[in-house]
């Protein structure tokens, strides 16, 4: 079994977590991430092909907060 590497994390509340890693065994030069959301007792993820370098919190204008990750060179995913 691949064991994950948590590279970064965000802490919103009590219920709400926010986590990049990437595999154990992964390339070091290949950038990826595998971005993690867990909710409400719930956990959820996705992969993207770009590193992480921030998990930043976004205040939406119409309310509401998400997460953004963004990678060195200021992508946002």
């Known amino acids: 079994m ?15 977590l926010y986590a990049a890693g990437i595999d154990d065994d992964a390339d070091a030069a290949e950038p990826m991430t595998k971005a993690y959301q867990y909710f409400h007792d719930k956990w959820q993820s996705r992969e ?4 992480t370098q921030r998990i930043v919190l976004y205040h939406r204008p119409e309310g509401g907060r998400i997460a953004v990750y963004m990678s060195r060179r200021g992508e946002m995913f």
């Open 2 to 16: 691949t064991k994950l590497v948590l590279t970064r994390a965000r802490a919103i509340t009590n219920e709400v």
């Open 48 to 51: 993207f092909p770009v590193a």
